[in-house]
């Protein structure tokens, strides 16, 4: 957190500031460098209303001359480059999902060694991972033979974070997202969005659909941990942050039985069926949990929410607001 005393020298750009993450993210640099010094940029026209409104650029990324122009306007210190089609979108349309993850990325990777960027943040996933890979405690160095395009992007977009760093010095760090909770913002088409979606038909009173199978285990994080993560990581000092592929991180392993369970336990009601889809097949394919010793060893990383710590803070502002809105 900047002090009164202390001078904010950073100018920050989030690429696909509208998205789950982007969303949080966008509010949490605002809080710490000034509303300001951090550029939301995303494909969707502003929004007015939304909190991440202003300073605001519609920008498509994959448009490598519009990036640049915004790029010599304005002297970023630091990029965090969030735009990417998920898992689940990105089976639908395999060669768009490549082209988005894999353009975009080289596009940011090489202005920002042209425009001399300090430090640039790009999320890898528990995707780059596959039916090869160890299924418990899958560890850093864990085989990555995906199964998906989506997975494909990330271990291949690791690679290349990895060459800008050795080759240009370029200051890239990463993180291997697992499926991520988040009740201001709605997930955007990966494999684990329903841990959201139940959420919000539990509080509506709904029967909840699941497209997954009920033993399915696979890592999560909720939003909270996962931005933390994300400022400790660029917080730290370069030469701490030994892997510039991406650093598996772990918080909490569940199956939507075992999420529904704790959900219920507050909303006795709420009932849940089964019905899995293709999404079924990626889950599948992924780590059911996730070694972290590394980032815990290099820049002292730790989650701090369990599954029961989760559900209630979830329940807690999803119930509010509906209220409100009630
Ligand atoms: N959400 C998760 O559970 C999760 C897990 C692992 C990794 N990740 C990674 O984190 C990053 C953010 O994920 P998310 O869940 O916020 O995704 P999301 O789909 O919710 O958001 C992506 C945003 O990018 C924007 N976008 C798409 N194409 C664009 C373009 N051409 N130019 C500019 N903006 C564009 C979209 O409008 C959207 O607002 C992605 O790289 C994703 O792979 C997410």
Redesign the pocket.
């Known amino acids: 957190m900047l002090t009164e005393n202390m001078e904010n020298t950073e100018k920050i750009l989030v690429?696909?500031?509208?998205?789950?993450?982007?969303g949080e993210l966008t509010l949490a640099l605002r809080k710490r460098f000034g509303n300001g010094n951090v550029i939301a940029?995303?494909?969707?026209a502003p929004d007015t209303t939304a909190e991440t409104a202003l300073p605001y650029v519609q920008?498509?990324?994959?448009d490598k001359l519009a990036l640049e122009e915004l790029m010599t306007a304005e002297s970023f210190t630091q990029v965090f480059h969030?735009?990417?089609m998920?898992s689940a979108n990105g089976e639908r349309d395999p060669q768009a999902a490549w082209k988005?993850n894999m353009d975009?990325l080289l596009h940011v990777l090489d202005l920002s060694v042209k425009y001399r960027v300090s430090k640039i943040f790009w999320?890898?996933?528990?995707?780059v991972f596959g039916p090869d890979s160890p299924k418990q405690r899958c560890p850093q160095q864990g085989v990555t033979a995906p199964g998906t395009v989506?997975g494909i992007s990330?271990a291949a977009g690791e690679y290349w974070c990895n060459y800008y760093f050795e080759k240009y010095g370029l200051d890239v760090r990463s993180i291997r997202?697992?499926?991520?909770i988040s009740y201001k913002?709605l997930?955007?088409?990966?494999t684990?969005d329903y841990a959201v979606d139940i959420f919000h038909s539990a509080v509506k009173g709904e029967l909840f659909q699941c497209f997954l199978k009920e033993n399915t285990v696979l890592p999560m994080m909720y939003m909270n941990d996962a931005v933390r993560a994300t400022l400790e990581l660029m917080d730290a000092p370069a030469e701490q942050v030994g892997i510039r592929t991406s650093y598996n991180l772990s918080a909490i392993s569940f199956s939507p039985k075992e999420i529904y369970e704790e959900i219920k336990k507050a909303c006795p009601d709420f009932k849940i069926t089964y019905q899995p889809d293709a999404r079924q097949q990626i889950a599948d394919s992924w780590p059911q949990s996730i070694d972290d010793s590394v980032a815990r060893l290099h820049w002292n990383w730790m989650a701090a929410y369990d599954l029961k710590s989760m559900v209630a803070d979830m329940l807690d502002n999803i119930g509010t607001k509906v209220v409100v809105k009630a």
């Not at 940029?41 to 969707?44: F, I, P």
């Not at 920008?59 to 994959?62: F, Y």
């Not at 997202?177 to 991520?180: A, C, D, Q, R, V």
């Open positions: 690429i696909g500031a509208c998205g789950q993450i982007g940029a995303d494909l969707r920008l498509n990324v994959l969030l735009a990417a998920l988005l975009s999320p890898s996933s528990i995707a989506y990330k997202y697992p499926g991520l913002t997930p955007g088409g990966g684990t």
